[in-house]
């Protein structure tokens, strides 16, 4: 008497289902909300030709439903066809409705793989399916889903779809009775089978399995045959890989569980990538008969490990290189530890960690990892991944200006580069560039100046003749100390050069006073100049006309009407950020008539 209970085939079937219509919309609703808001879906729609004409357009159904634009009401197929339609950005690699490669896994490609799984299923002339196939199309969608919520993450969107896939996939039927879910396997899936006439009088022969396997677990064909006598044929497996076709040996390790009738393919990798087929044939009469199967293109699933974090800390204790594995499939079976290209001693107190439940290996002697390579890789049945890191003592180089000018700020700069990160830095400066002494950074002179190990940087404020030194930088990290080039600050500049003479003129009683300043080209600007008369600065746009202004154009200095008042010692000062230079001497004498007379400063 039949069972009445669900059998682990239509419990795979009802989950496959469930997840058709539960969590397959979930990202595809999110996709659509990112790429368009729903108060612009109808404008959209209404621009695309598409979707609003021709044997694809949208039915009435669907138009209603993107006019009330609620996307939790869309479903797989009405998404696809929006995102398809209204998206271009996204999409696949190989274009929609194109049959994807394996390492095809942007966006569009995953939207793609969606709409595959669910025609899979929709064309299924069965309400059951075998653990193997069921245990394989999961993985399958359990990876694009994976990704799909990692991609969306990134954009703002939080709807956990792995949680709501795992939920289905831990449902517990129980003794559920078939009758419950009867109507449901009905709706869901036609129940006739295709069966092949016993009575055919040809021979032939067909393969099935499952065409996708998770890396590093086996994949089984069987071959099924009719109306062969074996005692005449025998049947044999090959496989094809473009225009190569090769014989399988099913003897070998590879295939160790394989009959003439079976092929098992242990611990499939991505060489395993093949067309399997097998072929039943018979020599009769000097005539070799072949008769071929249908072919399998086996596609396995899994990615290479990758590391998600891959960094170094120090503490007193030591070391650390802290590490983590993104968790895909398949399983890491083995973390291996090397230095300098040597495995890892365990068993020495030097190192803790390292093993496939950490998540760190520390180096308790710093030491032991001056001038040493450390590397981790990682192993699963699609490959291996390393990561490595070098440690050393840091190394530093400091570098400024060729040149700097008396008064103005200088800024040394630093790169230092550092594994294990530095511990600390400090600036120092000598006179011969043989003695060094600390520099104190907290000096208002070297405000702006800081000693982040990673950057430090000093920064002189207005430099004088006195800060013309030699300038380096101290580093050090857990393995050691490192002292960097030097650079020797070159101060340039100098003071003013002022020349004078005079121009009188009798018509007008007015008397220039002729004034000459200039800097040579290595040198700072003029910030100010003036005239004094014996002593006393002499403001010449205050005087009411009776001189003609001065100023950094017009140096030399005109006095208008010149009367005994005018008569004293007249001298031009100029000034810049290294100093100031006074010109010579010029005595105005007043009589009938008024002499000058230039006094240099030597007498």
């Not at 792995?162 to 449902?171: P, Q, Y």
């Not at 490192?482 to 020349?499: C, E």
Request: aromatic share 10%.
């Amino acid at each position: 008497m039949a069972s009445n209970l669900l059998t682990k085939e239509e419990q795979n079937f009802i989950r496959f289902v469930k997840a058709r219509d539960d969590v397959m919309p979930l990202p595809l609703r999110d996709i659509l909300h990112w790429q368009i808001k729903p108060k612009n879906l109808h404008q959209k729609i209404q621009s695309c030709l598409a979707l609003t004409n021709g044997e694809k357009k949208l039915d009435s159904y669907q138009m209603k439903q993107t006019k009330l634009a609620n996307y939790n009401n869309f479903d797989v197929t009405l998404l696809y066809k929006l995102i398809r339609n209204l998206c271009p950005g996204l999409k696949p690699t190989q274009g929609w409705g194109i049959k994807l490669n394996y390492n095809d896994t942007t966006i569009g490609d995953d939207i793609e793989r969606i709409r595959v799984i669910r025609n899979e299923l929709g064309h299924s002339k069965s309400s059951k399916i075998p653990d193997s196939e069921f245990t394989n199309r999961w993985i399958e969608f359990k990876i694009v889903i994976e990704r799909l919520q990692k991609a969306m993450s990134k954009n703002g969107y939080n709807t956990d779809y792995k949680e709501n896939l795992r939920e289905i996939e831990e449902l517990d039927f129980g003794d559920e009775p078939r009758e419950k879910y009867k109507k449901f396997l009905l709706f869901e899936c036609a129940f006739d089978h295709l069966q092949l006439s016993n009575d055919r009088e040809e021979a032939g022969v067909s393969i099935g399995g499952s065409e996708i396997a998770m890396c590093g677990e086996n994949a089984v064909f069987k071959a099924e045959v009719t109306n062969v006598d074996p005692s005449f044929w025998s049947l044999t497996w090959q496989k094809t890989r473009e225009h190569v076709t090769e014989s399988i040996n099913i003897n070998k390790e590879k295939y160790r569980g394989s009959t003439d009738r079976k092929l098992v393919i242990t611990s499939v990798s991505k060489e395993d990538e093949w067309k399997y087929q097998a072929v039943l044939s018979r020599n009769t009469n000097g005539y070799n008969q072949k008769i071929p199967s249908n072919e399998i293109l086996l596609q396995t699933l899994g990615v290479k490990p990758s590391f998600d974090v891959w960094n170094v800390t120090t503490d007193m204790d030591g070391i650390t290189i802290h590490y983590a594995v993104e968790d895909m499939p398949p399983k890491i079976y083995n973390t291996e530890w090397t230095r300098n290209g040597k495995i890892l001693d365990f068993e020495n107190s030097k190192y803790v960690g390292g093993s496939l439940k950490d998540t760190f290996l520390k180096i308790t002697s710093p030491s032991e990892a001056n001038g040493a390579k450390y590397c981790c890789t990682v192993t699963n049945a699609v490959g291996s991944t390393s990561k490595d890191v070098t440690f050393d003592i840091p190394t530093a180089e400091i570098s400024t200006e060729p040149q700097s000018y008396y008064g103005s700020c200088v800024l040394i700069s630093s790169k230092v580069v550092s594994c294990p990160a530095p511990d600390g830095a400090q600036w120092q400066k000598s006179i011969d560039g043989h003695t060094f002494h600390d520099i104190d950074i907290r000096e208002a002179k070297y405000y702006g100046s800081n000693l982040d190990p990673e950057s430090p940087s000093l920064e002189i404020k207005t430099i004088s003749f006195v800060d013309k030194q030699y300038y380096q930088l101290f580093v050090w990290n857990k393995i050691g100390e490192h002292v960097s080039n030097k650079i020797f600050l070159n101060v340039i500049g100098s003071k003013p050069n002022v020349t004078i003479c005079h121009k009188t003129c009798m018509k007008n009683h007015s008397v220039t006073l002729n004034g000459t300043v200039f800097v040579y080209e290595d040198c700072l600007d003029i910030q100010n100049l003036f005239w004094s008369k014996n002593g006393q600065n002499l403001e010449s746009h205050k005087s009411g006309g009776k001189y003609l202004e001065v100023g950094m154009d017009n140096p030399s200095l005109t006095i208008f009407d010149v009367n005994q008042h005018d008569a004293g010692s007249y001298q031009l000062t100029a000034t810049n950020a290294v100093g100031s230079t006074q010109s010579n001497i010029i005595v105005l004498g007043i009589t009938n008539t008024f002499f000058i007379h230039t006094i240099n400063h030597h007498e």
